[in-house]
């Protein structure tokens, strides 16, 4: 299966006509052009969270960002079945009810997609266009996971567990259902569990019904929908989604670095109101209360500061809703009439700080430059 290039990047094809396999592009691109056909059929079909719901610290599951790969699959909550095997001493088998029965737990979870950010980028990688609202904040309820895996026993050469969901379809010239893996240390490091409830009540078709793996803290593409099996393999594994999808890399030749933990972001609501087709935003001068979240994967958020045309100030910051949820956080503008860029960064326990400008990669991963948001101040009316 092959697609074709239509500009010229370092080390890519530099004819239109000379195509190019996914396999060894990933998702897509990279393009200068406009979006394609493809693009926003994708965009369609997916959604983000409106900037405006984060005034919210727990998101509705509509409102909830969205990014299905494949299609929804039609489950049947009654047959449905979730299968343990593999590299494991006893192979063990779930209904929705028997872990429903299991101890349950309920974990404030920030969700972000790991492509969040990628339109943003020149050249653009072509795949689904975020542009920065891909996240969502819900109370995940389920059970832990690494009890299960305790119960079944593992093989010795066990080394991690692959999470296949029930949706299928061609990526990359490979037909497979979608399949993610981790290991053990990473479930358990992560507080992994298998999740049937979202913001107390059964989760939604869209969001994986009837149950979910859920990684606080990792990029969602980990965080299986639809979730059929879990199999202990004694190898790495190589699936699409794992092996070519979700890395790190500049060149499609590299085999590059995975994407997992969620690098420090903060996003604020856009003050006044929008223009409707350009969504600059309209303020009235005076005193205007700026707010927003900020969330790491890495570490906690330390702090968010706010630039007004490049001058930066200190928000004040909320505590976090939970261990892997996102942080409120505000600050007073004295806004002045006339043109102004607004932007918002984040610092974690780490250090990390966001970068004032994109860093490029292939895929379009992992892209948390600053928010920048445009302002248009009014001066008083009379």
């Not at 060894?24 to 200068?32: E, I, K």
């Not at 793996?213 to 099996?229: A, E, F, I, Q, R």
């Amino acid at each position: 299966m092959t697609t074709q290039w239509t500009t010229v990047f370092p080390g890519l094809p530099e004819r239109q006509d000379e195509p190019v396999t996914h396999a060894a592009r990933g998702s897509g691109g990279p393009t200068d052009g406009p979006l394609t056909d493809a693009e926003l059929q994708l965009a369609a079909r997916n959604h983000a969270l409106p900037l405006e719901i984060l005034r919210e610290e727990v998101t509705p599951p509509g409102l909830h960002y969205l990014l299905i790969h494949f299609d929804i699959p039609a489950i049947d909550a009654g047959s449905w079945r979730l299968s343990v095997a593999g590299a494991v001493q006893r192979e063990l088998s779930f209904s929705l009810e028997d872990l429903r029965a299991r101890p349950a737990v309920t974990v404030p979870v920030t969700l972000e997609c790991a492509g969040n950010g990628r339109s943003l980028l020149r050249p653009r990688p072509l795949s689904q266009p975020w542009v920065l609202e891909a996240v969502g904040t819900a109370g995940w309820t389920g059970t832990p996971l690494a009890p299960i895996l305790r119960e079944a026993g593992l093989h010795d050469d066990a080394v991690e567990f692959v999470f296949t969901g029930a949706d299928r379809g061609i990526q990359g010239g490979r037909e497979e259902d979608y399949a993610r893996s981790l290991t053990l240390e990473d479930i358990e490091r992560q507080g992994a569990f298998l999740a049937y409830a979202m913001n107390g009540a059964p989760l939604p078709p869209q969001h994986g019904f009837p149950v979910r793996l859920m990684v606080p803290g990792w990029y969602g593409m980990t965080s299986v929908k639809w979730l059929s099996s879990i199999e202990a393999v004694t190898r790495p594994f190589d699936g699409y989604q794992q092996a070519v999808a979700y890395r790190y890399l500049q060149d499609p030749q590299e085999q590059g670095t995975p994407v997992n933990r969620i690098r420090v972001r903060s996003l604020m609501v856009p003050p006044g109101i929008p223009d409707f087709f350009t969504r600059r935003r309209i303020v009235d001068s005076g005193t205007v209360r700026l707010q927003g979240r900020a969330w790491s994967g890495h570490g906690t958020v330390e702090s968010v500061e706010m630039g007004v045309d490049g001058t930066w100030s200190p928000a004040e910051l909320e505590p976090a809703l939970g261990g892997h949820a996102w942080r409120g956080w505000s600050v007073s503008w004295d806004a002045e009439p006339g043109d102004h860029e607004l932007r918002c960064r984040a610092t974690d326990s780490t250090g990390a700080v966001q970068p004032l400008e994109p860093e490029w990669n292939l895929q379009g991963m992992g892209n948390n430059v600053a928010q920048r948001v445009e302002v248009t101040v009014r001066a008083p009316r009379v």
